[in-house]
């Protein structure tokens, strides 16, 4: 089981930018598939972005293709979500996720991840 505590969330306005971050403990994210995923008041949690255990291959969600980058440090353990052109709708928790399971079969899959972190708030105002 590996711990992940995100941060870098907040109050930013429309077309702005945000680097959220997930560091993680307890075991090497070198061996796990990491995602990003948000969940907005009264929706169902979704895919945002997702990389593969040695970050070579990226998967993204339509919305955020060409706007967010994911990337990891795995000397820090830590997984990184770039978020450009930020937009209003896309005001949600944040969370970071990790998946024994590889391939884009599964990367947007959320049931395949295991160990989630309690979410960080990024508020887009218009």
């Known amino acids: 089981q590996v711990q992940l505590v995100e941060s870098g969330g907040g109050l930013v306005q429309a077309g702005d930018s945000l680097r959220l971050s997930c560091a993680a403990s307890?075991?090497?994210?070198?061996?796990?598939?990491m995602g990003w995923f948000r969940q907005a008041p009264g929706k169902e949690r979704e895919f945002a972005a997702a990389?593969?255990?040695?970050?070579?291959?990226?998967y993204y969600a339509d919305s955020v293709k060409g706007r967010f980058t994911i990337s990891r440090d795995n000397a820090k353990n830590t997984v990184y979500l770039q978020m450009n052109s930020l937009k209003p709708e896309e005001t949600a928790v944040y969370y970071c996720a990790a998946s024994v399971y590889s391939g884009s079969f599964y990367a947007r899959d959320i049931s395949k991840y295991g160990d989630w972190g309690q979410g960080t708030q990024v508020t887009v105002s218009s």
């Open positions: 307890g075991r090497t994210i070198r061996t796990y598939n």
């Open positions: 990389d593969s255990w040695s970050g070579s291959t990226t």
